[in-house]
């Protein structure tokens, strides 16, 4: 199994021997990549300008992105059941979807004219919004939209639109009604109607597949994992808002109450925090927004750095898949 490591300059694949994780190769020299997907003998990499794919884990690259207007991508994601049937996030906000591996793109024009129609925006560049997460369970299929709310897809990608909890105006909801600023969003593996979703302004839950959601911990968070033999277990990357005072928490009663998850790392982090947490076998590995990359053994939540020598993280994922 190789470890793959989506950079602010280039893709770095890994592999584990009894000393720990070592890179053993670097592809995609000078791009920027925002994510990447492995699936069926193929990896996909988003960088900010278009898709690629190599065959060969990762010692070559061909560009994959036909038919994709829009080249920021924020986040990719495959379907677990389908197969060659991938998605992508774009910034602006947009959703393409592939039938083929990933060799050719789609957009689904319902989320353009939703951010037109809302207003959807980033605080941070003039693009209007981004979608940076996809959660999928058979033909339910849930998306992140920075600042826009959550989209949902009821006929396996197709057609899209708004969660009927999640407003779609990029200004604080009321409850019953999701926080705009949507970072992630993540599904329990029982039951596609358990949605879990880290925003700005706080972390969230909805039991009714994002008809009304309630807000478990008020925070500034990115960053969820939830146990898939237990929803009530969750693992959560919160902050006092952007960057600032970020921690690792874990709740065991789902969502009641929180205890702190940091391990011996010196916590809270004063100007950074967890941007994703992915598994990866029996570890948990946590992506930082300073770009560094944390690994723990589940049954410990012992953290330490890993691969310190690469710098500039956005995200990881191993060979197999796993995301």
């Known amino acids: 199994m190789d470890l793959l490591l989506a950079t602010s300059s280039g893709l770095s694949v890994c592999q584990h021997d009894e000393t720990g994780w070592h890179p053993v190769r670097q592809g995609l020299n000078g791009l920027y990549v925002t994510s990447v997907i492995?699936?069926?003998?193929?990896?996909?990499?988003?960088t900010r300008d278009g898709i690629y794919r190599s065959e060969d884990m990762g010692t070559t690259w061909q560009e994959s992105s036909e038919g994709l207007s829009t080249r920021h991508i924020r986040w990719l994601a495959y379907h677990p059941n389908i197969s060659d049937f991938e998605f992508a996030g774009t910034e602006p906000a947009g959703i393409f979807t592939s039938?083929?591996?990933?060799?050719?793109?789609?957009?689904?024009?319902?989320?353009?004219?939703?951010?037109?129609r809302f207003g959807w925006y980033l605080p941070y560049s003039p693009e209007s919004g981004c979608v940076?997460?996809?959660a999928l369970q058979a033909d339910r299929i849930y998306a992140a939209v920075e600042v826009g709310g959550v989209l949902v897809s009821q006929d396996g990608g197709e057609s899209w639109e708004l969660a009927p909890g999640s407003r779609g105006e990029p200004h604080s909801a009321p409850p019953p009604f999701i926080h705009p600023d949507v970072h992630s969003i993540a599904l329990h593996s029982t039951s596609a109607d358990m949605v879990f979703a880290p925003t700005g302004g706080g972390?969230?839950?909805?039991?009714?597949?994002?008809?009304?959601?309630?807000?478990?911990y008020h925070c500034y968070c990115r960053a969820v994992w939830?146990?898939?033999d237990d929803p009530n277990h969750i693992i959560l990357g919160p902050a006092d808002s952007v960057d600032r005072n970020g921690r690792i928490e874990q709740?065991?009663?789902?969502?009641r109450s929180w205890q702190p998850a940091s391990g011996d790392l010196e916590v809270p982090w004063g100007r950074y925090m967890v941007e994703r947490f992915t598994l990866v076998g029996a570890e948990l590995m946590a992506?930082?927004?300073?770009?560094?990359?944390?690994?723990?053994?589940?049954?410990?939540?012992?953290?330490?750095?890993?691969?310190?020598?690469?710098?500039?993280?956005n995200a990881v994922i191993s060979s197999t898949g796993n995301s």
């Open 203 to 216: 972390f969230y839950r909805s039991w009714d597949s994002g008809t009304t959601w309630t807000q478990l």
């Open 226 to 228: 939830i146990h898939s």
């Open 132 to 134: 940076r997460g996809f």
């Open 287 to 313: 992506v930082l927004s300073n770009g560094s990359l944390l690994s723990a053994e589940l049954e410990t939540l012992s953290w330490s750095q890993i691969l310190p020598e690469i710098h500039g993280i």
């Open 99 to 116: 039938r083929d591996g990933g060799i050719s793109w789609r957009e689904c024009p319902e989320v353009p004219e939703l951010r037109r």
């Open 251 to 255: 709740s065991l009663d789902g969502g």
């Open 38 to 46: 492995a699936c069926e003998g193929a990896i996909l990499a988003g």
